[in-house]
């Protein structure tokens, strides 16, 4: 651990893991109860775009892909709400559209191989001012899930009570989607567009096999999250593996692992049953004598 | 325990406007007209049940009546605001028919009763010693407090209608949409329920509630309303 720190890049990188790890379970928490898991996969996809348009026109391809990806979660909620038959199809006709898009604008600039590192992640060529701009925006994530938690959290269980309680229903559907895209654009260089969805999917599914609230559930996720990402990176610099893989695939371990102890939690719940019941009996026949 | 005095009229229209008037509303779904030429007002404390055979538009009709559904033909007020321009949501609680899944991620019962406090918070402040009384007291109202910790969909199909009740509770409103509240529940919750509604009766609070049968709420209720293939078939009692 410690020869790891005597790189800069090492040290940047795991700063970086903190933030992914932090932010992306976060935001998937909404992104899982509103069964868009995918969503995050779709918005990797037109990201590329983004990053072929940055390279081919001179700029940023990080700037290029946040301005891109957010435009497409914003479109994929707008379509989503517009037609509700066909939305699935106009999903993918945005993700084929994207990915297509990014791999011609990338070879038309040249940048073939430059292309690999953003589909699979190249945490080794994260610069420090890589790491401000994921500082800063990571930041945002964060902050607009303290501020719009709670409305999301309504919307997330139950969109018409969401609206009959008054809540902005059509701008906090875009703020997820937005959010997300921004998440995607925090992890990309780290673990890759085509695995980005995963590190804001798989802690959460872990997570909810353990706990039983929601605000529960998404702190544990984000505790698999940065310790799956940070343990992914260290085991990558150890062995010479590639950083995005290994760290999903130890995410997809926890999972596994909290499956079989929520398993054996359940069971054990179970068998203690009877006291609990009797409980909620008493409970009962007292609002039956109130 | 309900407050009976104090209901909040405050930024909003004045208390003896209707809750809900309806003037020959049409709710037209997928090209086939689910409502047709529905003339109905709800008075200040009024407990109204709708009822009718299923696939009748009874749920429609309260949707339509909350501005979820769009009406194709009429007009439709909330406290004589059209529908889709009311603001003054804090004054409606809306108890729907089931607790979705969703993909999943759990919520325990104190999650899902605070969230009905949302409509009375600001974003900028944080939940206060008075949105935790209020979920307290509803969720001591449907006899749930035991279980505030667990996890509500693990929960018995008539204690997640209590959730859902408690949760509209929490936002202490003046009136209560209930759609379907006792199909599928148990007698110790059906019971529950009707001493819920009779707390709210007796502090004066507006309900209208869909249902099938009115088991033991049928006392409390003073007004009934008959759908049959989208038409009112029948309207019994008189304005409170």
Known sequence: MSDILQYDFMRIALVMAVLIGLTAPTVGTFMVQRKLSLLGDGIGHIALTGIGLGLLTGNSPVLGALVVSVLGAVAIEVLRARSRSGADVVLALLFYGGLAGGVLLTNAQGGGANLQSYLFGSISSVTAADLYVVAGLAVAVLGIVALFGRELFLLCQDEEVARAAGLPVRFLSVLIAATAAVTVVISMRAIGLLLVSALMVIPVAAAQQLTRGFKSTMLVAMGIGVLSAVSGLVGSFEYDLPPGPSIVLLALAVFVVAVIGGTVVRRRRTRAVPAGARRSVEAEAEVLGG | ?240
Do not use: C
């Open chain 2, 1 to 240: 325990m309900i407050k009976t005095t104090g209901t909040t009229k405050a930024g909003g229209s004045p208390a003896h406007l209707a809750p809900f008037a309806m003037t020959g509303g049409h709710v037209r779904l997928e090209g086939r007209e689910v409502l047709r030429d529905v003339d109905l007002t709800v008075a200040p404390g009024d407990v109204l049940a709708v009822l009718g055979p299923n696939g009748a538009g009874k749920s429609t009709l309260i949707k339509a009546m909350l501005g979820l559904l769009p009406l194709s033909e009429g007009r439709t007020e909330i406290f004589g605001v059209p529908a889709a321009r009311f603001r003054d949501w804090k004054r409606v609680g809306y108890v729907p028919q089931r607790l979705p899944m969703g993909g999943g991620v759990p919520a325990t019962v104190r999650e899902v009763v605070a969230s009905g406090r949302v409509a009375r918070q600001s974003r900028w402040r944080p939940t206060s010693a008075a949105d935790r009384a209020a979920v307290d007291r509803a969720l001591e109202t449907v006899g749930l407090t035991d279980r505030a910790r667990d996890s509500a969909h693990l929960l018995s199909g008539g204690q997640q209608q209590r959730v859902l009740i408690a949760r509209a509770l929490a936002g202490e409103p003046e009136v209560f949409v209930m759609d379907e509240p006792t199909a599928g529940v148990d007698a110790a919750s059906q019971a529950a329920l009707a001493g819920t509604l009779r707390r709210l009766a007796a502090g004066g609070r507006t309900v209208v509630l869909v249902t099938h049968e009115l088991g033991p709420m049928e006392p409390l209720i003073n007004r009934t309303v008959v759908l049959d293939h989208g038409r009112i078939a029948q309207i019994t009692g008189s304005t409170a």
